[in-house]
């Protein structure tokens, strides 16, 4: 009854910048912790930034500096702003949500099926 779509991932160059959105929609009551994973064929999942309901932030050392999240909690969006981008960031980039759901007392991970982002020359 939740789903999360992100948009905004394709080809860039090194250098160059890019900027992701992920939408919740559904069941939702309210969203606690927000974030941006990615993923490379046979490796880990890994968190590259975070932001709490009120807004407080935190991100991977390998993209602090260069990545902004923020959230629109109106719409229950978030973005990620990507820039100065390097080769090893190429991966799927996923979104996740701490959802409450309406009429339960229960929250739980969701995640999106994620967006490609590609860093080539």
């Known amino acids: 009854q939740v789903q999360l779509v992100e948009s905004g991932g394709g080809l860039v160059q090194p250098g160059g910048s890019l900027r992701l959105s992920c939408a919740a929609s559904?069941?939702?009551?309210?969203?606690?912790?927000m974030g941006w994973y990615r993923q490379v064929v046979g490796k880990e999942r890994e968190l590259i930034a975070e932001?709490?309901?009120?807004?407080?932030?935190n991100y991977a050392d390998s993209v602090k500096g260069r990545f902004t999240i923020s959230r629109d909690n109106a719409n229950n969006t978030i973005y990620l702003e990507m820039n100065s981008l390097k080769l090893e960031d190429t991966a799927r980039y996923y979104c996740?949500?701490?959802?409450?759901?309406?009429?339960?007392?229960?929250?739980?991970?969701?995640w999106g099926k994620g967006t490609l982002v590609t860093v080539f020359s």
């Open positions: 996740n949500a701490h959802v409450v759901l309406l009429d339960v007392y229960y929250a739980m991970d969701f």
């Open positions: 932001v709490t309901a009120l807004g407080i932030t």
């Open positions: 559904g069941s939702i009551f309210s969203i606690n912790n």
